[in-house]
């Protein structure tokens, strides 16, 4: 099993900044082949936020290009996505994702959330 454990969240005023960290551990024989951040209010559907593939693309939501960035340091297993410029529109509980495969058999895991809170 891979497990994942996200932090950086809290409350910040609009504006501001937050780096949100997913820290990825488990199986060694597991290949990821992208991890992402998700993000869900209540009421709406989860929404993709940034994802970060093994060869090294990433791809962004519209509402959030040029304020923030999907990155990766393999030697802490860790996925970062920084966050500047930040609105109340924010607002939401941000998701650690990631897909991968053990042999053939492809699978994706997350994380419990991180909730982030930006005021106006």
């Known amino acids: 099993q891979v497990q994942l454990v996200e932090s950086g969240g809290g409350l910040v005023q609009a504006g501001g900044s937050l780096r949100l960290s997913c820290v990825v551990s488990?199986?060694?024989?597991?290949?990821?082949?992208?991890m992402s951040w998700y993000r869900q209010s209540p009421g709406k559907e989860r929404e993709l936020v940034a994802v970060l593939t093994s060869g090294g693309s990433t791809d962004y939501a519209d509402s959030v290009k040029g304020r923030f960035t999907i990155s990766r340091d393999n030697g802490k297993n860790t996925v970062y996505l920084q966050m500047n410029s930040l609105k109340p529109q924010d607002t939401a509980d941000y998701l650690c994702n990631v897909k991968g495969s053990y042999g053939w058999t492809s699978r994706e895991f997350w994380g419990q959330g991180t909730q982030v809170t930006v005021s106006s």
């Open positions: 488990g199986s060694a024989i597991f290949r990821i082949t992208s």
